[in-house]
């Protein structure tokens, strides 16, 4: 285990006699050390909006020719942003399953690695009703008008039905082997229960995919080697990559590597960064910064021999939503730091990288909505999604005023 260093950020008093909150980082070089009470607000940006109008948006892509945007509502709806207008019909032929509750809804997308040959479009969904429901992942053909999508296919649904609208995850990553990650909630807080127990701990069980990360072929099927894959218990399930996560819902690849950098949501404090490995456990919820909602230490260890321990938690939190490294020109002081999209704080945490790869230090960029994506386009700007029922996706630009 690599030893933490200790960066107090944030000081936030949740109520009479509870102790302040920090934030803690890791340096890759090791002591542990103070290194801040505040963290400094980003100069030098403002945002111009691309477009509003949309309706509690999720997540974006780019098409190959880097002027057309789908955005995914969180509501149900698929639109299509073209040269930075948004279209106001509707991309028709969604899942008809799709349940639009609480935290659930149409999430993530994705193109396919070689869309211009397929036209092959990912989206990630919660599907059944209120008292049973699960994430699913389909794939479809979106046509050239970007009307329609048809061939519909569900390639992945989670193993176990669970009740609740919380904790559907779900990021969607293609990994430079050409697979396809994607992330899983735990499922919800107590007092939602699976089997008798809160279903967070089911994050530990190698047979249930909640909690996870899954990896798979662009049709769906769990690879051979994958680290469970081979495993001598029957009941283990074969996609699982990593486990031990409440809810992951941001993934990025940091650029000249195959690392995979997440970020997930903590509940009352304990959001993490951390560095997805192969069959890891990253401990949820046995080991956590976390606190319940109602007040006490959800575990009274924050490491175990076994577990990752992340790289960054953020207490208070952010609500991590959405993740990026940047490699633009627009702002040369950030390349290759991180940004994290924050939906409580309403925040972007820039998360500063020196050239040994190690993190050392961070800022904000503060806004007035809630963030839920983040993303480098094509044209090497900043892109964001504001999650609101008036929701806008804003570029980041220099202010030279």
Request: hydrophobic share 35%; aromatic share 8%.
């Amino acid at each position: 285990m690599r030893t933490k260093v200790v960066a107090v950020t944030i000081l936030a008093l949740i109520g009479a006699g509870v102790a302040g909150y920090a934030c803690y980082a890791r340096d890759i070089s090791g002591p542990l050390r103070p290194v801040g009470n505040n963290i400094a607000k980003e100069r030098g940006w403002r945002v111009q909006t691309v477009t509003a109008g949309l309706m509690r948006p999720w997540a974006a892509e780019w098409l190959p020719d880097g002027k057309i945007l789908l955005v995914t509502e969180r509501e149900g709806r698929l639109r299509v942003v073209q040269n930075g207008k948004l279209r106001m019909d509707v991309v028709e032929g969604l899942p008809g399953d799709l349940l639009a509750s609480g935290q659930g809804g149409l999430m993530d997308i994705a193109i396919h690695p070689e869309f211009t040959k397929n036209r092959w479009v990912y989206l990630t969904y919660s599907a059944g009703t209120g008292r049973s429901n699960r994430t699913k992942l389909a794939r479809a053909r979106i046509d050239k008008a970007l009307t329609r999508l048809s061939d519909l296919k569900v390639l992945f649904q989670v193993n176990r039905l669970k009740s609740g609208g919380q904790h559907f995850g779900s990021r969607l990553l293609w990994l430079p082997d050409g697979t396809l990650l994607m992330s899983i909630g735990d499922g919800g807080n107590p007092p939602t229960k699976l089997d008798g127990r809160f279903i967070r701990e089911k994050a530990q069980d190698l047979s249930v995919h909640l909690g996870k990360t899954v990896r798979m072929t662009d049709d769906g099927r769990p690879l051979a080697d994958n680290p469970f894959a081979g495993d001598d218990d029957p009941k283990t399930d074969p996609y699982i990559y990593s486990y031990g996560h409440r809810n992951i819902q941001g993934m990025a690849i940091r650029p000249g590597t195959n690392e995979v950098w997440a970020t997930e949501h903590g509940a009352r404090g304990g959001d993490e960064l951390n560095v997805l490995k192969k069959g890891a456990n990253y401990g949820w919820p046995t080991v956590t910064y976390s606190r319940e909602y109602f007040g006490p230490r959800i575990s009274n260890r924050t490491t175990m021999k076994g577990a990752v321990d992340p790289r960054v938690v953020w207490t208070p939190c952010i609500a991590p939503s959405g993740l990026t490294f940047y490699t633009g020109n627009e702002f040369p002081g950030w390349k290759g730091d991180l940004l994290a999209g924050g939906l409580v704080l309403k925040q972007i945490r820039r998360v500063h990288f020196n050239d040994a790869g190690a993190i050392v230090g961070q800022t904000t960029l503060q806004f007035r909505a809630r963030i839920r994506w983040v993303e480098q386009g094509p044209d090497g700007g900043i892109y964001v999604l504001t999650d609101e029922i008036d929701g806008r996706l804003m570029r980041i630009v220099p202010d030279r005023r």
